[in-house]
């Protein structure tokens, strides 16, 4: 894995060719093992690159890497898994080879098809080619955004790299925060794709390229996420040839995911999907394969003994390590850093910590990521599921008095015991509107609590544009687009559906890849395989969820490597405990970060709203540790990123 850096400038060359070095660098920690810069001057085009070995360790995969004429250059970040299949069939057609590196077949496969290799590409990938035959700086991204691509255009100038500090470190860039993006980071605990916090800046979209040939750019998709078959239920005889064939599929995309020039382990939490992972990593490999875990002395956070149990029983060379209290917190600091935007998931620390372990045997780590969102694995599924079957079979009359009696309930009144309960039920529930009670039921803060929040920050805006502002960027985007194009999709496989292309790229996908790569670690994900994603597309839906559980086939899968007493208990997540750290050894950093003081001064939030807040969870009477998180992570974002520029 990688970290790419570029541009191509109308009219600033020699300022941004004076940057490239300076914004390579602050990669580094994502390529520790080589970099190289190219330019173009003629063309006013700049590349960097920083490279963390993991295929073909010489100098010979040294990049940026040039066709033999020197007219098409890359900068590549990833792993394509077929390379060895491409290699051949170029081989095939003339094409000869002075590395083993993917990058190269990368390279050589646009030299012969152009644009339409890049459907052809199984993997995860970010990348940029200057085709200087046609004049044309392209970027392209993998289908489920697995690796990071952001880019920046404005007055002629295109700036792209692998994280949003790279671009900052071009001086010309400017740091307009974007209004708009602020609600959607207090809704969702992040920024939705294609936005991001500044102006002008923006994320690829996954599986689209983007061309920009001097005058505009172009972006187009080169892959959609396959359609979902609505099937009938399947059959006693359909299930036992669906495990099979899992098996047999997801065994060859492990092996694939295997190929590695260092050492190469595997992310153990005890959980189904990592186990099956690691368990067919077992299968495959000739040695014994090395799983990481990490534990917390909180029982209700703790999956470690699960971890080892697994492990011994698959026969693993098992590292666990019980991280105290004090060691999380200490990552508390450098969050803004590793995520620099505007980033609120607190599993980040755990995630950092057990990346942090296992780069201290190992350079690549295959995880379980991905299960969730294919085989209906959150509660969150299964409770709307349930709901929505269970509230429309009442009769209307009940049905019209039963959702004026929820909506008239104050939130305060359950918010002790919904936010233990949050994914068991919506925050409102909506009768007709299943997008919007979806995503009330993701949400951290409705329209209201955020209206409430920015009351200050009519000085800046009128409080009629305010709430227009809040309401309209929450009420469209992609999630009522994604939910519009499934309109005749099941029900379960309309979230998912949703999840694939937000929660995973824009939350699962930039967690695991900024906390790996910030100790230098490569984290494969074999259940994000193209064609893991391709088959489970074709399921019935009875073989994802059923009697009430989700994960069935998985499930039915593992059980022929792992007894079922080792992983058939309730979902546990992976988390830290926020709430009573706030009321303990965090409180000083919350009460600081959140004083009215600071607050009043920045003039973007009520300073009462968050004072209540504070006061109401230190007390205990309430439980707001996702908001105040949210709150907290966005003060240290901006002190880090807007204050010291």
Same mark, same amino acid.
């Given at each position: 894995?990688?970290? #790419? @850096?570029?541009?191509?400038?109308?009219?600033? %060359?020699? !300022? $941004? +060719?004076?940057? =490239?070095?300076?914004?390579?660098?602050?990669?580094?920690?994502?390529?520790?093992?080589?970099?190289?810069?190219?330019?173009?001057?003629?063309?006013?085009?700049?590349?960097?690159?920083?490279?963390?070995?993991?295929?073909?360790?010489?100098?010979?995969?040294?990049?940026?890497?040039?066709?033999?004429?020197?007219?098409?250059? #890359? @900068?590549?970040?990833?792993?394509?898994?077929? %390379?060895? !299949? $491409? +290699?051949?069939? =170029?081989?095939?057609?003339?094409?000869?080879?002075?590395?083993?590196?993917?990058?190269?077949?990368?390279?050589?496969?646009?030299?012969?098809?152009?644009?339409?290799?890049?459907?052809?590409?199984?993997?995860?990938?970010?990348?940029?080619?200057?085709?200087?035959?046609?004049?044309?700086?392209?970027?392209?991204?993998?289908?489920?955004?697995?690796?990071?691509?952001?880019?920046? %255009?404005?007055?002629?100038?295109?700036?792209?790299?692998?994280?949003?500090?790279?671009?900052?470190?071009?001086?010309?860039?400017?740091?307009?925060?974007?209004?708009?993006?602020?609600?959607?980071?207090?809704?969702?605990?992040?920024?939705?794709?294609?936005?991001?916090?500044?102006?002008?800046?923006?994320?690829?979209?996954?599986?689209?390229?983007?061309?920009?040939?001097?005058?505009?750019?172009?972006?187009?998709?080169?892959?959609?996420?396959?359609?979902?078959?609505?099937?009938?239920?399947?059959?006693?005889?359909?299930?036992?040839?669906?495990?099979?064939?899992?098996?047999?599929?997801?065994?060859?995309?492990?092996?694939?995911?295997?190929?590695?020039?260092?050492?190469?382990?595997?992310?153990?939490?005890?959980?189904?999907?990592?186990?099956?992972?690691?368990?067919?990593?077992?299968?495959?490999?000739?040695?014994?394969?090395?799983?990481?875990?990490?534990?917390?002395?909180?029982?209700?956070?703790?999956?470690?003994?699960?971890?080892?149990?697994?492990?011994?029983?698959?026969?693993?060379?098992?590292?666990?390590?019980?991280?105290?209290?004090?060691?999380?917190?200490?990552?508390?600091?450098?969050?803004?850093?590793?995520?620099?935007?505007?980033?609120?998931?607190?599993?980040?620390?755990?995630?950092?910590?057990?990346?942090?372990?296992?780069?201290?045997?190992?350079?690549?780590?295959?995880?379980?990521?991905?299960?969730?969102?294919?085989?209906?694995?959150?509660?969150?599924?299964?409770?709307?599921?349930?709901?929505?079957?269970?509230?429309?079979?009442?009769?209307?009359?009940?049905?019209?008095?039963?959702?004026?009696?929820?909506?008239?309930?104050?939130?305060?009144?359950?918010?002790?015991?919904?936010?233990?309960?949050?994914?068991?039920?919506?925050?409102?529930?909506?009768?007709?509107?299943?997008?919007?009670?979806?995503?009330?039921?993701?949400?951290?803060?409705?329209?209201?609590?955020?209206?409430?929040?920015?009351?200050?920050?009519?000085?800046?805006?009128?409080?009629?544009?305010?709430?227009?502002?809040?309401?309209?960027?929450?009420?469209?985007?992609?999630?009522?687009?994604?939910?519009?194009?499934?309109?005749?999709?099941?029900?379960?496989?309309?979230?998912?559906?949703?999840?694939?292309?937000?929660?995973?790229?824009?939350?699962?996908?930039?967690?695991?890849?900024?906390?790996?790569?910030?100790?230098?670690?490569?984290?494969?994900?074999?259940?994000?395989?193209?064609?893991?994603?391709?088959?489970?597309?074709?399921?019935?839906?009875?073989?994802?969820?059923?009697?009430?559980?989700?994960?069935?086939?998985?499930?039915?899968?593992?059980?022929?490597?792992?007894?079922?007493?080792?992983?058939?208990?309730?979902?546990?997540?992976?988390?830290?405990?926020?709430?009573?750290?706030?009321?303990?050894?965090?409180?000083?950093?919350?009460?600081?970060?959140?004083?009215?003081?600071?607050?009043?001064?920045?003039?973007?939030?009520?300073?009462?709203?968050?004072?209540?807040?504070?006061?109401?969870?230190?007390?205990?009477?309430?439980?707001?540790?996702?908001?105040?998180?949210?709150?907290?992570?966005?003060?240290?974002?901006?002190?880090?990123?807007?204050?010291?520029?």
């Amino acid at each position: 894995m990688c970290g #790419i @850096v570029g541009f191509r400038s109308k009219n600033d %060359f020699d !300022k $941004l +060719r004076e940057y =490239l070095p300076s914004a390579a660098s602050t990669l580094s920690y994502r390529g520790p093992d080589d970099s190289g810069l190219f330019f173009d001057e003629k063309n006013k085009i700049g590349l960097g690159h920083r490279r963390l070995a993991v295929i073909d360790l010489s100098s010979n995969a040294h990049q940026p890497m040039g066709s033999d004429d020197g007219t098409v250059w #890359i @900068v590549y970040s990833g792993e394509t898994y077929n %390379f060895k !299949k $491409l +290699r051949k069939k =170029l081989e095939e057609k003339g094409h000869f080879f002075k590395s083993n590196s993917d990058t190269e077949v990368v390279l050589k496969s646009y030299l012969e098809w152009g644009k339409d290799c890049f459907s052809g590409f199984i993997g995860m990938f970010a990348f940029a080619i200057w085709d200087g035959r046609k004049r044309e700086l392209i970027l392209a991204r993998d289908r489920l955004g697995i690796k990071p691509l952001y880019y920046y %255009f404005s007055e002629g100038n295109l700036l792209f790299a692998s994280e949003l500090k790279a671009i900052m470190a071009f001086k010309p860039f400017k740091r307009d925060i974007d209004p708009e993006t602020i609600p959607l980071f207090l809704h969702y605990q992040y920024i939705p794709t294609p936005k991001t916090i500044f102006k002008n800046t923006y994320k690829l979209t996954p599986g689209h390229y983007l061309v920009y040939n001097g005058d505009d750019t172009i972006s187009r998709a080169f892959s959609e996420l396959p359609e979902i078959v609505n099937h009938s239920q399947s059959s006693s005889y359909q299930e036992e040839e669906k495990v099979l064939e899992l098996d047999e599929l997801l065994s060859n995309v492990i092996l694939d995911h295997l190929v590695s020039d260092v050492p190469l382990g595997a992310l153990l939490s005890g959980g189904v999907d990592s186990s099956v992972v690691v368990a067919l990593m077992q299968k495959v490999s000739t040695t014994p394969i090395h799983t990481f875990t990490m534990g917390f002395r909180e029982q209700a956070y703790n999956e470690a003994p699960w971890a080892s149990k697994v492990a011994k029983h698959l026969g693993t060379d098992h590292t666990e390590l019980y991280v105290t209290p004090k060691e999380a917190l200490d990552v508390i600091p450098h969050l803004p850093e590793i995520y620099d935007e505007p980033f609120a998931d607190s599993s980040a620390i755990p995630t950092y910590l057990v990346c942090r372990l296992t780069r201290s045997r190992v350079k690549v780590a295959l995880s379980g990521d991905g299960g969730d969102e294919q085989f209906s694995g959150y509660v969150r599924y299964w409770s709307t599921k349930a709901m929505a079957t269970g509230f429309q079979a009442l009769p209307r009359p009940i049905k019209k008095a039963l959702s004026l009696i929820l909506k008239g309930i104050p939130s305060k009144w359950v918010e002790r015991c919904y936010f233990p309960l949050r994914e068991f039920f919506p925050q409102r529930f909506q009768v007709a509107n299943f997008p919007d009670k979806w995503q009330k039921l993701i949400s951290l803060m409705d329209n209201t609590e955020i209206e409430e929040l920015y009351r200050m920050t009519i000085c800046l805006w009128s409080e009629e544009d305010l709430i227009r502002l809040t309401r309209q960027t929450l009420s469209k985007g992609i999630y009522e687009e994604i939910f519009k194009q499934t309109e005749d999709w099941p029900l379960l496989s309309r979230m998912m559906r949703v999840d694939q292309r937000t929660y995973l790229p824009d939350a699962m996908m930039t967690k695991a890849d900024r906390a790996s790569m910030a100790v230098n670690l490569e984290v494969r994900v074999p259940l994000l395989d193209n064609r893991i994603v391709e088959y489970t597309s074709s399921l019935p839906e009875d073989l994802k969820f059923r009697n009430g559980t989700g994960k069935y086939l998985l499930k039915k899968l593992l059980t022929k490597y792992v007894p079922t007493k080792l992983f058939e208990r309730p979902k546990m997540g992976f988390g830290v405990p926020i709430d009573s750290w706030f009321r303990s050894d965090l409180k000083p950093l919350l009460l600081d970060y959140l004083s009215p003081e600071r607050i009043k001064k920045e003039g973007l939030f009520d300073h009462k709203f968050v004072e209540n807040k504070t006061k109401e969870h230190l007390s205990g009477d309430f439980n707001h540790q996702y908001r105040l998180w949210s709150l907290l992570m966005w003060e240290m974002w901006r002190e880090r990123w807007l204050d010291k520029t």
